[in-house]
């Protein structure tokens, strides 16, 4: 009996825009086309993709939008997807985003009669109040982003947090943890980088030094550092910290730093990294990783961290901190700088109690990605089982007028296509007839 698996992968980022969940896609793709059958990623199109993998990947229309930049958003009206999958043998769609992918693949999943599987990865009710300013639109969005989650077969969640937010926002339904894995292996990466960058950015032995990894957001807990960082410049407990990332806030976040008094000497803004062998080393050359996030519902850059023998400090109560016990596996602040500064101003003499501690949050921590994706698969294999046994028939659910338009234009275009095809190849055998006469 082959058990292979054919997995339609959605998501409304993918390289070369990264973030957690383009990499928690690629991943899923990668192990997927690796070790269980054809993965095949469904994304939308950026003009400066180069879509290199063992797997295939379709791109479909997209826009620039300057609010939300980096990111372009998706046009769930492209057929393109459709007359392409439809060749392919789709046991399951799997949709990381709750909005434009999910709309694309409602009608795939309408098309091609197969469960549909969604992960909740971030809080959208932030990002849509940065964006959306109108209450009507804010709450429209809100509503459109909860049908879409009630139309999937089986919903996931990288964190109870993030299952506690979808239901603050109207989703009534069951849930299912599953926690993303991380790409580095455990362990310290190539000492001669981690001296190398020590080197560069002068982090000393007398100094503890900070690591931040993420978008350059506000809403990630950057204020609360910057404030804390200073709050130990001023008491004298010398503390360094480096930011690798870029976002829309990164202007003035570094603005603020410097209305500080902050200097080189406190924290510099290294950029994005999107090399995972520096970045390693990046997480090696420092003591303690900051992550004072309440917006953040999986903060995969923890585990990253704990990969790398580096503990956290993280926000009692958030999504982060779910496994973390404090003074054990990492270390726990309240959600104000104060309470940070005390943390770091505690720790400063203390860098063989930090060492300990990385070491147990790599032992408690620490998920590889063949790890997380053997138990999606398992998921996917039982999901699949009972839909074809009519135990756990596929849903089907009302669409709604604009969701049975998408899918009837898809398939309009698609037999339209093929006509027009049919009648180019009736023309061409013609016309090759009547020139050789």
């Not at 086309?33 to 797997?55: L, M, S, T």
């Not at 009669?113 to 009507?136: C, E």
């Not at 008094?261 to 406190?266: I, K, N, V």
Request: aromatic share 10%; with cysteine; proline share 4%.
């Amino acid at each position: 009996m082959d058990d292979s698996l054919g997995i339609c992968l959605l998501n409304d980022s993918f390289p070369p825009t990264v973030d957690g969940v383009a990499n928690t896609v690629l991943n899923y793709a990668t192990v997927i086309d690796k070790k269980y059958g054809d993965a095949y990623v469904v994304v939308p199109k950026y003009p400066d993709a180069e879509d290199d993998y063992p797997f295939e990947v379709l791109r479909y229309r997209s826009f620039d939008i300057e609010k939300v930049k980096p990111y372009r958003v998706g046009y769930p009206l492209d057929s393109r997807p459709a007359k392409t999958l439809i060749k392919r043998d789709v046991d399951i769609i799997h949709t990381h985003c709750p909005i434009a992918s999910a709309m694309l693949g409602r009608s795939l999943k309408k098309q091609l009669n197969v469960p549909m599987v969604l992960t909740y990865h971030t809080k959208f009710d932030v990002d849509f109040r940065k964006v959306i300013k109108n209450k009507l639109f804010y709450e429209t969005a809100l509503k459109v982003m909860i049908d879409n989650v009630n139309a999937c077969d089986d919903v996931w969640v990288v964190s109870k947090g993030a299952g506690d937010n979808l239901r603050s926002l109207g989703y009534k339904g069951e849930y299912t943890v599953m926690k993303n894995g991380v790409d580095f292996p455990k362990g310290r990466a190539d000492e001669g980088e981690v001296a190398a960058i020590r080197s560069k950015y002068s982090l000393h032995d007398d100094c503890l030094n900070l690591l931040f990894v993420g978008r350059m957001m506000w809403y990630k807990g950057l204020r609360i550092i910057l404030d804390a960082v200073n709050m130990c410049k001023v008491s004298g407990v010398r503390v360094k910290i480096l930011f690798v990332g870029s976002g829309n806030d990164f202007d003035e976040v570094t603005a603020y730093a410097s209305a500080l008094g902050l200097t080189p000497d406190d924290c510099v803004f290294v950029g994005a990294v999107h090399d995972r062998e520096r970045l390693r080393a990046f997480y090696g050359a420092c003591d303690l990783f900051v992550f004072p996030s309440s917006f953040d519902t999986n903060g995969l850059v923890v585990s990253e961290a704990a990969a790398c023998y580096v503990p956290s400090v993280v926000l009692r109560g958030s999504c982060a901190a779910e496994e973390i016990h404090d003074g054990q596996n990492g270390f726990l602040c309240n959600e104000n700088p104060a309470s940070l500064y005390l943390t770091l101003s505690e720790l400063y003499a203390k860098k063989e109690k930090i060492r300990e501690v990385g070491r147990n949050a790599a032992d408690s921590l620490y998920l590889s990605w063949d790890d997380a994706v053997a138990t999606a698969v398992e998921r996917y294999r039982l999901i699949k089982q009972c839909a074809e046994s009519g135990e756990f028939p596929v849903k089907k659910t009302d669409f709604g007028g604009f969701y049975s338009i998408v899918s009837s234009m898809q398939k309009n275009n698609r037999r339209m296509n093929e006509w027009r095809g049919k009648v180019n190849e009736n023309y061409l055998r013609w016309f090759r007839a009547v020139t050789k006469r």
